[in-house]
């Protein structure tokens, strides 16, 4: 089966400028995730989606980040308007069942550069 | 709450040798942990689980890790390192109490010495 896919693996951006981050589930997974890694530090959570129903977004920094999953396959990550601080991986991340006891399937990552 | 600790983001062993990587976790509730590598370019891969069944947990490519509770202790070990276990590994932690988050790491680089 095929794995999750993150587009792009890189975007360089300007600060102040749009960025919008895909992911692409293994197919039949109906929880999806994000996370970032910041600057080498821990990989932190962002949000939780269960089919096309945010689960949990409590881990979004602030409201210039936008999630959404259409139709419940794929999801997108913008953010709007870019800052330095956005700079870092983006990891998305799908299971069938609750990842948070039996594992994720981690994609290959985003890595977000803002200047 | 939940955290987990990583002792040192730098490990080098020589090939052949034990890989001990650290970690060490809190949790308010009986804890669901993990280990994940990362290769160069690649994301995050599931080494093993331990989900509250046998305390010491045997994952891929000849890992393992045990759960010591009174140590609050979970640490990955292998017997003989291979050069293609070069990669950064983090430890995880979830929990029982209805919370979906992963909890992870800031991660261990290991480099394998020929």
């Known amino acids: 089966e095929a794995g999750v896919t993150q587009f792009p693996s890189h975007s360089v951006i300007e600060k102040g400028q749009t960025v919008t981050l895909r992911c692409d589930p293994i197919s039949g997974h109906d929880n999806l995730y994000w996370y970032r890694r910041v600057m080498g530090k821990e990989i932190k959570f962002l949000l939780h989606f269960v089919k096309e129903s945010k689960q949990d977004e409590s881990g979004m920094p602030n409201n210039r980040f936008l999630a959404e999953r259409t139709g419940g396959t794929y999801s997108t990550l913008k953010v709007q308007p870019a800052e330095l601080e956005d700079s870092g991986v983006y990891f998305c991340a799908s299971s069938p069942l609750r990842g948070d006891i039996y594992g994720y399937t981690f994609g290959s990552g985003t890595r977000l550069t803002v200047v | 709450a939940q955290s987990v600790t990583q002792l040192g983001s730098h490990v080098s062993v020589s090939e052949g040798a034990l890989v001990l990587l650290r970690c060490n976790y809190s949790?308010?509730?009986?804890?669901?942990l993990f280990w994940y590598v990362q290769y160069p370019n690649q994301g995050l891969q599931l080494l093993l689980k331990?989900?509250?069944?046998?305390?010491l947990v045997k994952g891929i490519n000849g890992f393992e890790a045990e759960f010591k509770k009174s140590e609050t202790s979970f640490h990955l070990t292998k017997p003989s390192a291979h050069m293609s276990d070069a990669a950064e590994y983090f430890c995880a932690v979830s929990n029982s109490g209805g919370y979906q988050k992963v909890t992870f790491g800031t991660g261990t680089k290991l480099q394998v010495i020929p």
């Open positions: 331990y989900t509250s069944a046998a305390t």
């Open positions: 949790s308010s509730v009986p804890p669901y």
